[in-house]
T-cell receptor, first 114, second 111 residues
């Protein structure tokens, strides 16, 4: 298994500002992903964080709004830029190893934009 | 593209059984099942690969019908600890390991 640490666990931010969420895995992983989850709802994939190259974004998500970095095999960041109240959500980091293996999740970052 | 789960919610008494279904409009490479308790991260239950295999541990098992693009999760003799929201995550691109999750099934177990 792998342990994922996400920081911050929660934050309240002013509209128009940006927040960077950090995701640290305790061992090397092949794949890292960022999800968004509204309370009581499903998980929506934002992007795949690729090590050493640009992230791959899902439909409806763009790099200018959600820039992602992944400098190595254990760390990734997601920035929520120019925030609006619609960005209020829980953001989850996920990681998995090569092959048909489980995905591990961080505890999530609860973001409130006011 | 999001798989459809049914039912949306289930309320059981401890010891009763439940079945949660996950259906996709796309061909699936694998299906993952997760349980999430309120305020916590999703926890992995099991993964099923195409081939119609059935897996299980303890009193939770699952099946995957590749032709029907469906998977079912079976909870037998439910325990209070089984309460939570269950999500199926579908992998439609082999090797991509990115999952598209269903809308979730909220399971409540009462004493």
């Amino acid at each position: 298994s792998a342990v994922i640490s996400q920081k911050p666990s929660r934050d309240i931010c002013q509209r128009g500002t940006s927040l960077t969420i950090q995701c640290q895995v305790d061992s090397q992983v092949t794949m890292m992903f960022w999800y968004r989850q509204q309370p009581g709802q499903s998980l929506t994939l934002i992007a795949t964080a690729n090590q050493g190259s640009e992230a791959t974004y899902e439909s409806g998500f763009v790099i200018d709004k959600f820039p992602i970095s992944r400098p190595n095999l254990t760390f990734s960041t997601l920035t929520v830029s120019n925030m609006s109240p619609e960005d209020s959500s829980i953001y989850l980091c996920s990681a998995s190893r090569q092959g048909n293996t489980e995905a591990f999740f961080g505890q999530g970052t609860r973001l409130t934009v006011v | 593209q999001q798989p459809v789960q049914s039912p949306q919610a289930v309320i059981l008494r401890e010891g009763e059984d439940a079945v949660i279904n996950c259906s996709s409009s796309k061909a699936l490479y694998s299906v993952h099942w997760y349980r999430q308790k309120h305020g916590e991260a999703p926890v992995f239950l099991m993964i099923l690969l195409k081939g119609g295999e059935q897996k299980g541990h303890d009193k939770i098992s699952a099946s995957f019908n590749e032709k029907k693009q469906q998977s079912s999760l079976y909870l037998t003799a439910s325990q209070l600890s089984y309460s939570g929201t269950y999500f199926c995550g579908t992998e439609i691109i082999q090797g991509a390991q990115k999952l598209v999750f269903g809308q979730g099934t909220r399971l409540t177990i009462n004493p």
